[in-house]
């Protein structure tokens, strides 16, 4: 079964840098990428969205600081996560799938399904 492999992450101090990746297990279309965050006890939160035709959208909170990037050759993502902070500290997912075109913006709608998941990856911050 296909699924989402990521690598990267860890420990950090805060003002930091790090770099998660996430590729297919196999070659797989989808439209559609996200890093998702989650911290004990609370909701999986998105990050970042980004859609193939170019659209992308950043959460606030780490607006400036975190940057996605796709290398469409590899079918990888990135997310290079700068200027860390204590409160980035969660376990990072990726997602993709695909979406019909006709549906807009699922995520600003909040109807996205991602059908492919990552392990998931814990990001520390330390101050």
């Known amino acids: 079964q296909v699924h989402l492999v990521q690598s990267g992450g860890g420990s950090a101090q805060a003002g930091g840098s790090l770099t998660l990746s996430c590729v297919p297990s196999?070659?797989?279309?989808?439209?559609?990428w996200a890093w998702f965050r989650q911290v004990p006890g609370k909701e999986r939160e998105v990050v970042v969205y980004f859609y193939a035709d170019g659209n992308m959208h950043y959460d606030d909170s780490v607006k400036g600081r975190f940057n996605f990037s796709h290398d469409n050759a590899e079918n990888t993502v990135y997310l290079q996560m700068n200027s860390l902070r204590v409160d980035d500290t969660a376990m990072y997912y990726c997602?993709?799938?695909?979406?019909?075109?006709?549906?807009?913006?699922?995520?600003?709608?909040?109807?996205?399904?991602?059908?492919?998941w990552g392990q998931g990856t814990q990001v520390t911050v330390s101050s």
């Open positions: 997602a993709a799938g695909f979406v019909l075109p006709q549906l807009g913006d699922v995520f600003a709608k909040g109807t996205y399904k991602p059908t492919l």
């Open positions: 196999e070659k797989i279309y989808v439209n559609f």
